[in-house]
Structures are given as structure tokens and as C-alpha cells.
């Protein structure tokens, strides 16, 4: 079935620093993929996707292409700023249409 | 727009009694997810409705789980009798369509501890 793993964390990072968080996936078909982020309290929120191999999602600085080839697609982001603190999650769009998560990765930066 | 809609955000009770949550998705969504997210895990899908019939219930616990979505708009998911394995933040969202490059849409979810 559809898996999707991402790099353990926590990850703590300095102001400015670069970020890179490692998701691979495993799946049949031609998935779409998905990075996700939840602040503290809060629901998911759709940070960038990326639905066919080469496509690069990009928001808010945050970057991932979507490599077939690898069956990866890491979250990267230059400079991170302190309110980029929150939980990151990669996800799986399916042939059957249902979003199949990774465990996520809480990022802390600090000031 | 308004987002999805979940009540209440936190719920505590006993094991072996019931509980029930609600959830209004974002206006004209005709799909509705509802997710079960375990501490310092990603969420699970525990059913899938399109309008108002599922579409996707294999993970549900269906001797104490039930969900319905009567009127294809709002939602609620009943547990009952709830276990100590139960606490978690049952998540909804929703969709405009279905489909592998659809946006699920999130509400904050409902946190359930069960003493």
C-alpha cells in the first residue's frame, strides 16, 4: 500500500538558517504529494503540493519538487524565521483519492 | 471563505462512555474526511463521504465508531463506548472534489482524553 516516510525529528535550527526536511514515499500509480503544516492548537494547513513528476510546489519561501526518479519530495526553505515553528507533515495523494501522511517533523527555530 | 468548522475543541470522559463530535465543512465541499491524529503521529483517515453516502470507511472501528452525514453537508462522529486508546484529536476536512491533487481543507480539530 501507499507510504509515506519523513526524516525524525525534532529538527532546531537558528534564525535564518537552512531547512531541509527528507520525505520519501512508496506508492502505486501517479500520486500527487503534499507538505502540510500544523501550529501549535491548530488544524493542518496546506502549505505546497506538487501533483506530477518535476513539478515544484512553492509557498512562503518553502520549496519541494517532486522527484519521481528518487520517490522523494523535500521541504527546503532558504532562511527560516521563528514563526516557521510548527509540525510538518508529508502526505500522499493515492489512486484511491484518500491522503496518506508521514509521522511529521516539529520544527523549533530559535531567535 | 469560511473554514471547516469543529466542535467542541476539547472533550474529556471516562472509558466506556460516549461521545459524539461535530463538524460543518467549508460551504459547497462535497467531500468530508474524518481523521484520528495519535500524539506525535500523522493523521488517519478514519472515513470518507462524498455528499452524503461513504465512500471510504476501511479504518473505521466499526464496533465503536459510527459517522453519518445525513443531509451531505454537516457531519458527526460518534464513539461509543469510548476506550483509553481512543485519546487523540479527531481531525475533519474537506474537499471541493475528489481527487488525487485536491486540498483537503482542515478544521482545528477535537481534542479527546479519556480518563
Known amino acids: 500500500g501507499d507510504s509515506v516516510t519523513q526524516m525524525e525529528g525534532p529538527v532546531t535550527l537558528s534564525e535564518e538558517a537552512f531547512l531541509t526536511i527528507n520525505c520519501t514515499y512508496t506508492?502505486?500509480?501517479?500520486?500527487?504529494l503534499f507538505w502540510y503544516v500544523q501550529y501549535p492548537g491548530e488544524g493542518l494547513q496546506l502549505l505546497l503540493k506538487?501533483?506530477?513528476?518535476?513539478d515544484k510546489g512553492s509557498n512562503k519561501g518553502f520549496e519541494a519538487t517532486y522527484r519521481k526518479e528518487t520517490t522523494s519530495f523535500h521541504l527546503e526553505k532558504g532562511s527560516v524565521q521563528v514563526s516557521d515553528s510548527a509540525v510538518y507533515f508529508c502526505?500522499?495523494?493515492?489512486?484511491?483519492?484518500?491522503?496518506?501522511f508521514g509521522k511529521g517533523t516539529l520544527l523549533t527555530v530559535n531567535p | 471563505e469560511a473554514g471547516v468548522a469543529q466542535s467542541p475543541r476539547y472533550k474529556i470522559i471516562e472509558k466506556r462512555q460516549s461521545v459524539a463530535f461535530w463538524c460543518n465543512p467549508i460551504s459547497g465541499h462535497a467531500t468530508l474526511y474524518w481523521y484520528q491524529q495519535i500524539l506525535g503521529q500523522g493523521p488517519k483517515l478514519l472515513i470518507q463521504f462524498q455528499n452524503n453516502g461513504v465512500v471510504d470507511d476501511s479504518q473505521l472501528p466499526k464496533d465503536r465508531f459510527s459517522a453519518e452525514r445525513l443531509k451531505g453537508v454537516d457531519s458527526t462522529l460518534k464513539i461509543q463506548p469510548a476506550k483509553l486508546e481512543d485519546s487523540a484529536v479527531y481531525l475533519c476536512?474537506?474537499?471541493?472534489?475528489?481527487?488525487?491533487?485536491?486540498?483537503?481543507?482542515f478544521g482545528d480539530g477535537t481534542r479527546l482524553s479519556i480518563l
Open positions: 476536512a474537506s474537499s471541493s472534489q475528489t481527487g488525487s491533487g485536491q486540498p483537503q481543507h
Open positions: 506508492a502505486t500509480g501517479y500520486p500527487s
Open positions: 502526505a500522499l495523494g493515492g489512486s484511491n483519492y484518500k491522503l496518506t
Open positions: 506538487a501533483t506530477k513528476a518535476d
